[in-house]
C-alpha cells in the first residue's frame, strides 16, 4: 500500500510522516521516530510492554493504527521524565528492585504514571488489578509494589516541602 | 507478525460510516476498539481491502438513559463504541444492570479494556486453539473449516465449526434482555441479542456485511435485578473466559420471582438456559434449588477442546458457578 | 548481618537502571543500521520430513528481496555441546518439528519478507514422528538423528554407594512416578539479531563480521559463528546490548543468531532478525517434559538411606543442553540432604518437538518436585514433622558427597530455621482451616559449573580494570548482563576493593573486541566466577596504586586503608611507619620526570604540579592517589582470572563432570496455599524462601532474584505448560502460555542466609537458580496439608486438583482430565486427549503453493 501523510502528536511534539495505512502505531514510534522505548514482547495484545498514553489513557501501541491516533497526544516513556530528571516512579523503580532485565519496564512506567493520575493513593489490591495487564518475568512484581509505595510517598513529601 | 496492507476509511459519522459499509460491502471490516480483530489480521485470518475505523465516531460512545419526553423511563441505552472500561465504572449500570459492569471487569485487561467497545465485544470473533494461530501455524495442522480448510480438528468428522464464542459482556446482556440497534443503508432494525447469535462457529452472528451495530438497550424490566459474573480463566487477568456464567434474580417475599442464566465461552454461541426461570420461580431459594439450575446450566453447556482446560472440567465450571451465582443472589443480603 | 564494607551488602540501585525505566536503554530490536534489511525465516509445517527440494526463485524475483538463503548456503552443523552438533542453521536434509528453519528471506521491509516466505515451495516427504518419550525410545526406524538409535540421545547409569542394599534394609520405602509437563522460559524479550559485515579495507570484499545479540553467552555465540561462516573468530565481534531476560532460553546459540550472520553475508547488507512470539516458543531450550520414577529408602528415624531414581526426558529434536540437563538431575540428587546411596538411570530422548534445552534451575527442578513431594509423604507416613525430616537429614560440611561434591558453605538449616520461625510453621501446621495448608521443602543450586562446556584449563572469567588520569574505573568484563545486574555487582566488587565511590566505576561488558573472555551468563556462575575474576583485576591495580600511593605518604603500601574515595595511611593511630626509604625522594623526581618530560605543558598549574609542592601526608583523595600511581608506573591496569579449585572439579565416573560447582546455594521455602474445593483453584497467599547465598552483594537485587525465582516456580506449579498435539504447539503465545499476572502472584518475603562461602567474592554465592525448584514442592505440599491429596503432575490446574479431589471423596467420577489420574499420572496427555485426528495437509489458503501457478514464471 502506499505511503500516505500524518501529523501526529507524540510527546508534546508533532511530527509529519509519510506511513502506511497499516502501520501499527508501535512500529511507527519506533522505527520512523527512534522512539524505541515502548517495546514488542507480544503478537497477540497479551503482555502490555508496548503501553503508552493515548489522550492520558493507557493504550496498548501494537494494537493501534498510526492513522487512528491522527489528531490525539501520545506520551510514551520518553516522554514522562519531569524536567529532564527521574519522575518518581522512575527512581523508585531502579531503587527498590522494580526493574530487573527492564523489557517491560517501560509498559508498566506508563500504567503506574496513569494509575497515580487517577488514584494518588491506591491500595495494594488495587495496585495489583492496575498492573495486571503487564507481564512482567522477572520480578514476580512484589518489589514493584514497594518501589510504587516509595514513589507515592516522595511524592508526597516532595509536596509537603512545595506548600 | 506485519498487517496485511489495506485503505483505512475513517469516517466521522455513523451516516458516513454506512455509506462506506454499503459501497465497499465484501471488502470491508470494522475496526473499533482492535484488540480482536489486528492480532487476528497479523495472524493473516482477514485480509480485507479496506478497514472501516469508527474511532472518530463521538455518537457511538456513551452511556445514555432513555428518556420519553422529560420522564426517566427506567432504560438505558449504550452506544456501541463505548469502552468496556466505561462500562466497568459507570454507576448508572452499577446501580440499576450491575451484572454488565460486573462481567466488564472480568475482561482481559485494564489496558485492553480502555481500547475495546461494548459493540466489539458483542461481534467478538468465536475462538479456537486451532484457529486463532498465525499462517504458519495453521498451515501446520492443514487449516480448519473455519478459514482456508475443510476440517474440524475438534470434532473430527464433523463440518460444523465448534469455536467457541468468547465474549464475557453478552452472556450479562443476554440475562438483561439486551436489544442491538443495527444499522445500513437500508435502514436501521432492532433485534433481541438472542436473536443476534447463529449457533454456528464460523458464522456466528447475524450481522449482514453492510450493517453497523450502532447501539445497545436495556431494558427498563430488567432494572434493579441483583446480577452476578463468573468467569472461569487461568490467570486472574489478561484471559478470555474459558467458560462464563452471568446471573439476574429478582426476589419478591422471599420468593424467586425471575431468574435469567446466560453462558458464554462452553459454546459457538454465549446462551441464555432455557427453563430456568420455570425451574426457580416462586420457589423460596435452598441448595437443592441452586443445584438443580447448576445441573440445567450444565446440561446447556456443549464445551469442546477449543481451548485450554478439559471440556468436561469446563462444563463442570458451569454448574458449580451456576450454582453458586443463584444461591449467593437469593440468599445474601 | 552487619560487616564493615561501604559498598557490598548495601541495597542499591542496578547501574543501568535509569536506561531501564526511561526508555533510553538500548536492546537489540533497538538498534538498527543504515540500509539494514529485515529477515524472516521459513519454518517447517510438518514434525518429521525429508525436504525433497526448496525452490526460492519466484521469492527471489520478489521486489524488494535482497537475499534468500537455505541449509545449503552454511552446511556445518552446530550445537551448545561439542557432543551434541546436531543442529544446521537452517535444515539440510531434514526438518524434525513442527517449526524447524528451512529458509530465510531478507527483504527492505518485515511485509515483504513474509510475502516472499509464501512464494518458496518447500518438498517434503513425510517420515512418521515421535511425540511420547517412551514410545520414541522404542522405535528403530525412521530414527530422528541417524546416529542416534532408539532416539536416545544418551543415558546415565550411576551408582553410589550400595543402594540395594540399603533398600534391603530399610525400615519404609516410598516409591511414586512424577510427572512434570513442559514450561518455557518466556522473557519478555523476543530473541533478536543484528548482524553486519564490513568490508575489508584492502580487498573490498565482506570482511569483518559485528554481530549484535539478545545473548547470555557471546563468546560462545562468536565460537559458533566462526564455526559455521568459516571465519576466524578473531574476525567476529559479537556485542550484547541490554537483554530482556534470559532465564537460560539465551545461553545457547539460538538458530536466529546464526541465520542473521549468513543472511547478512548473502545480502551483502546488514540484517535484523526478530523472533515473533511464536518463534520464540519454537526455539524454545526450555524445561523438558519430565517422567520421574522415583523410591526412596527411609529408617524408622526418618534418616534417608538409598534414594532410586528413573529419569527421562522428553528433549526435543536437538541435543542442545540435554546431556547436560539429564546428569544435573541425577547429580544434584546429591549436595542438598545426606544420602550415602544413589542410583540413578537417566534418559535423554529425542522426540519431534523444539528442542529443550537450559532453564532457571536447570535439570534439577523436576526432579526436586519429586524428591520434595516423595519425602513429605514419608513424614506423613512415619508421623514425623516435614521440617524435622528435613532437618535429619542435612550434610555436615566440609564434606565431599557419595556422587563427588564438594560441599563448604552450607547454610540451609539455617534456613530451614528461618522460615520454621517466619511463617510459624510449629503453631500453624495442620492447624488451618479446612482448605488452607502450609508445605515445605528445599533445594539447592550450583554456583557455576565447575568444568566448562568446552573443556579446558581456560579460566572461565577473565576481567581487565583500567584506571586513567580522568579517576575514572573502567571494568572490562566478558560477562553478561540479562537484568541479573552482573554489570552492577562488578561494579560493587571493584569499587569495594578500590574504596572508590560508585560513580567512578564504568562497565564495559560482553563485547567480544573490548573484554576478556567470560563463557557466559549461565549455570548462575557469574558473581562466583566473574566477581570473583573482578575482585582479583581490582586488587592488582590496588596494588599498583597503593604502591604509588605508600612512597608519597611515607607509609608501607599494606597499611593504606582504601575507602570512601580516600587513601588512608594506616587507621590514624599508627604512627607514620619508620620505614625510610632512601630513594623516596629521588622516585618522586622520578615520577615527576616522567609527567614533567611527558605532559609538562599541559600539566603546568594541575593538580599533579600542586601535590609535587607539598610534602607526604595522612591520606590522599583516590584520584591522587591514582595520579600518583600513573605517574610512578606509567599505566594503570589490573587483570584477574578465575577458573574452579581442581577440588571442586567432582569425580572420575563418566558424567562427573556435570554437578561439581566450588559452591552451592540452598533455600528452604514454606507455601502457604487455599484449595476452592468446589472449583479445584489452587490460591497461593505467601510464600517464606530463605536463600543461602552466601553473602548478598546488594540485598535488594538478592531478594528480587529469590523473589522472581520462587515466582517462576509457582507459574510452573499452577499455570504454565506447553500443551501438545501431535508435535503442534498449541499455546505459542503469552495469551495462551499463562506467565501469571500480577492479579494471582503471591506475596513473597524473601529471607537472605548469609553462610559466607570461604572461596565466593566476600564470601557470596548464586541467588537466582537455587529457589525455583523448591516451589514447586512446597505447593504440592501445602495443597496436601490442605485438603489432603497428592499430586503427582505439575502444574497442579484446577482440571488435575478437583479431579484428585473427587476421586479422594469417591464422588462421580468425571473425565476431567481425560483419562490420567493426576495423584498416579502413568503418561504425558496430549491436548484433546486420545483423540486422534490429524489433518489432510494444506489445501486451501490463498498463499498456498499448491495454489499458485505451476510454472515458475507466473506474475507475482
Known sequence: MKKELIELRVNGLTHELAIEPSALLLDVLRRDLDLTGSKRGCDDSSCGACTVLVDGTPMLACTLLAFSCEGQEITTVEGISEHGSLAAIQKAYGDWGGAQCGYCTPGFMITVKHLLTVNPDPTEEEIRSALSGNLCRCTGYTQMYAAIKAAIEAEKKGMATLK | MSLPGFKLLRPRTTAEAIALLAQHAGNIRILAGGTDLLPSMQQKLFAPQYLLD??????????????????????????????????????????????????????????????????????????????????????????????????????????????????????????????????????????????????????????????????????????????????????????????????????????????????????????????????????????????????LAAQTAKPLTTSALTPEYRREMIRVFTKHAVFSLATET | MTNDYSIIGKSIAMIDAAGKTTGSGKYTDDLSLPGMLYGKILHSPHPHARIKSIDTSRAERLDGVVAVITGKDAPNPFGILPVGHDEHALALEKVRYVGDNVACVAAVSEAIAEKALEMIAVDYELLPAYFDPEESMKTETNLIHDNKPNNLEKDYHHVFGDPEKAFAEADYIAEGRFLANEVSHAAMEPHCTLASFELDPHTGTLGRLTVWSSTQVPYYLQHKLALVLEMPMSQIRVIKPLVGGGFGGKSEVIPIEIIAGIAARAAQKPVKITYTREEVFWAHRGRPRTIVDLKTAVKNDGIITAVKARVVQDGGAYCSYGVVTILYSGALLGALYDIPNIQYDGYRVLTNKPACGAMRGHGTVNVRFAFESQLDEIAAKLKMDPAEIRRRNLLKPPCITINGLRVQSYGLPECIDQIVTRSRWNERKGKLPRGRGLGIACSHYVSGAANSIIRSDMPHSTVNIKIDRDGGVVIYTGASDIGQGSDTMVAQVAAETL????????????????????????????????????????????????????????????????????????????????????????????????????????????????????????????????????????????????????????????????????????????????????????????VWAAHDCGRALNPVSVEGQVIGSVWMGMGQALTEEMIWKDGLLMNP????????????????????????????????????????????????????????????????????????????????????????????????????????????????????????????????
Request: aromatic letters at 6%; one cysteine or more.
Open chain 2, 54 to 295: 469508527l474511532r472518530r465516531i463521538a455518537e457511538l460512545k456513551g452511556i445514555r438513559r432513555q428518556r420519553d419526553g422529560a420522564v426517566d423511563i427506567g432504560a438505558v441505552e449504550i452506544g456501541a463504541l463505548t469502552a468496556l472500561t466505561d462500562i466497568e465504572h459507570s454507576d448508572l449500570l452499577r446501580r440499576h444492570f450491575s451484572v454488565l459492569p460486573d462481567a466488564a471487569k472480568t475482561i482481559a485487561s485494564p489496558v485492553l479494556r480502555n481500547m475495546g467497545t461494548i459493540g466489539g465485544n458483542i461481534c467478538l470473533d468465536t475462538r479456537c486453539l486451532w484457529y486463532n494461530q498465525s499462517l504458519q501455524w495453521r498451515k501446520s495442522c492443514g487449516f480448519c473449516i473455519k478459514k482456508d480448510g475443510d476440517l474440524c480438528h475438534v470434532a473430527p468428522g464433523g463440518t460444523k465449526c465448534w469455536a467457541a464464542f468468547s465474549g464475557d459482556t453478552p452472556a450479562a446482556l443476554l440475562c438483561l434482555d439486551a436489544e442491538i440497534e443495527i444499522a445500513s443503508a437500508a435502514g436501521i432494525r432492532r433485534v433481541k441479542l438472542a436473536e443476534f447469535y447463529t449457533g454456528l462457529g464460523d458464522n456466528y452472528r447475524k450481522l449482514a456485511a453492510d450493517e453497523l451495530l450502532t447501539r445497545v438497550f436495556l431494558p427498563a424490566s430488567s432494572a434493579g435485578h441483583r446480577g452476578v459474573y463468573r468467569k472461569l480463566r487461568v490467570r486472574g487477568s489478561i484471559d478470555y473466559p474459558l467458560a462464563g456464567v452471568a446471573v439476574v434474580l429478582k426476589q419478591s417475599n422471599g420468593h424467586i420471582e425471575d431468574v435469567r442464566v446466560a453462558l458464554t465461552a462452553v459454546n459457538p454461541a454465549p446462551v441464555l438456559v432455557k427453563g430456568a426461570t420455570e425451574l426457580l420461580a416462586g420457589r423460596r431459594m435452598t441448595e437443592e434449588w441452586a443445584e438443580a439450575a447448576g445441573v
Open chain 3, 733 to 860: 503465545g503469552l495469551l495462551e502460555y499463562r506467565s501469571p499476572s500480577s492479579v494471582e502472584s503471591p506475596e513473597v518475603e524473601a529471607i537472605i542466609v548469609e553462610s559466607i562461602d570461604p572461596e565466593g567474592p566476600f564470601g557470596a554465592k548464586e541467588a537466582s537458580e537455587g529457589s525455583l525448584a523448591a516451589t514447586i514442592p512446597a505447593i504440592a505440599n501445602a495443597i496436601y496439608d490442605a485438603v489432603g491429596i497428592r499430586l503427582r503432575e505439575s502444574p497442579f490446574t484446577p482440571e488435575r486438583v478437583l479431579a484428585a479431589l473427587r476421586a479422594k471423596r469417591s464422588a462421580k467420577p468425571l473425565n476431567l482430565t481425560e483419562g490420567v489420574d493426576p495423584t498416579a499420572p502413568t503418561k504425558f496427555r496430549e491436548h484433546g486427549g486420545e483423540l486422534c485426528f490429524k489433518g489432510k495437509g494444506p489445501k486451501r489458503h490463498e498463499f498456498d503453493p499448491a495454489r499458485q501457478p505451476a510454472h515458475p514464471g507466473g506474475a507475482d
Open chain 3, 499 to 686: 574504596g572508590c565511590t560508585l560513580s567512578r566505576v564504568k562497565v564495559v561488558a560482553a563485547d567480544t573486541d573490548l573484554t576478556p573472555i567470560d563463557i557466559g551468563s549461565y549455570s548462575s556462575r557469574v558473581t562466583f566466577m566473574n566477581g570473583n575474576a573482578t575482585l582479583r583485576a581490582a586488587q592488582e591495580v590496588k596494588k599498583q596504586i597503593a604502591a604509588a600511593a605508600a612512597k608519597k605518604m611515607n607509609c608501607v603500601p599494606e597499611e593504606i586503608l582504601f575507602r570512601n574515595d580516600r587513601l588512608t595511611c594506616g587507621d590514624g593511630s599508627l604512627t607514620r611507619p619508620s620505614l625510610t626509604r632512601p630513594g623516596g625522594a629521588e622516585i618522586r623526581s622520578e615520577s615527576a620526570t616522567v609527567s614533567g618530560r611527558v605532559e609538562g605543558q599541559i600539566l603546568r598549574g594541575s593538580l599533579q604540579q600542586k601535590r609535587k609542592e607539598e610534602g607526604p601526608k595522612d591520606s590522599m583523595t583516590f584520584e591522587e592517589a591514582v595520579v600518583a600511581a600513573i605517574d610512578f608506573h606509567g599505566a594503570l591496569s589490573g587483570t584477574g582470572s578465575y577458573a574452579p579449585p581442581p577440588e571442586a572439579r567432582g569425580g572420575k565416573h563418566k558424567g562427573a563432570g556435570v554437578g561439581p560447582s566450588p559452591a552451592y546455594s540452598y533455600s528452604a521455602q514454606v507455601a502457604e496455599v487455599s484449595v476452592d474445593e468446589d472449583t479445584g483453584q489452587v490460591t497461593v497467599h505467601k
